[in-house]
């Protein structure tokens, strides 16, 4: 139990437009998802939390006008990168926690390689 | 300020036996963790440690010591499958988890 899905797994995007990445927790509900980034050769860098049926809460220095977060069910959160540039692109992991595990583990999807161009 | 630190890289032989360390600060604690991720790929659950301790789960140790603000992570009999970066978060004061910079292992035959 406990799978995450991302889609796409990979994109390639021209500079100035716009990409929607989705994140699902299939065997669950999540009424908190969590969107991270990583750059090659460094660690997870939390983004922003999810929360099902409110804004997200958006860590310091992450712009929530260019990271745009939807969170409208409860097995679905989606981030929209936009007006994307190169150096956006990036390793984009999402997590969630199944309310059943009583410690905070989080359980990842698969991640998004973004490209910009 | 809240902080973690892991060594960046590490080598060992295939078959052998390595330990990775893991200090942190945090304002809070309540639970450190090592997850498992290859190049390329999203993070893995290897272990949960909340109380002093070894907690051992097959070719994989975890211990922790709270006063010490210590854990490693102890992998015996080395695969080449264990070549990987081995990330320790902490579980914080608000419940969010607080990531090291991992260590990337190198595992040789």
């Known amino acids: 139990g406990a799978v995450v899905s991302q889609h796409p797994s990979w994109v390639i995007c021209k500079s100035g437009t716009s990409v929607k990445i989705e994140c699902r927790s299939l065997?669950?509900?999540?009424?908190?998802m969590f969107w991270y980034r990583q750059f090659p050769k460094q660690s997870l860098m939390l983004m922003a939390t999810s929360n099902e049926g409110s804004k997200a809460t958006y860590e310091q220095g992450v712009e929530k006008d260019k990271f745009l977060i939807n969170h409208a069910s409860l097995t679905l959160s989606t981030l929209t990168v936009t007006s994307a540039h190169p150096e956006d692109s990036s390793f984009y992991i999402c997590?969630?926690?199944?309310?059943?595990?009583?410690?905070?583990?989080?359980?990842f999807g698969p991640g998004t390689r973004l490209t910009v161009l | 300020g809240q902080n973690i630190d892991q060594p960046t890289e590490m080598t060992a032989t295939e078959g052998a036996i390595v330990q990775i360390n893991c200090t942190y600060q945090t304002s809070g604690f309540n639970g450190l963790f090592w997850y498992q991720q290859h190049a390329g790929e999203a993070p893995t659950f290897l272990s949960y440690n909340v109380l002093d301790g070894l907690e051992e789960k097959g070719r994989f140790s975890s211990f922790l010591s709270r006063s010490k603000g210590y854990s490693y992570l102890l992998l015996k009999e080395l695969q080449m499958k264990d070549s990987a970066s081995y990330l320790c978060?902490?579980?914080?004061?608000?419940?969010?988890?607080?990531w090291g910079a991992g260590t990337k292992l190198i595992i040789k035959p």
């Open positions: 997590s969630a926690t199944p309310p059943e595990i009583s410690y905070n583990e989080q359980f």
């Open positions: 065997d669950f509900q999540a009424t908190t």
């Open positions: 978060a902490v579980i914080g004061s608000n419940y969010q988890l607080i």
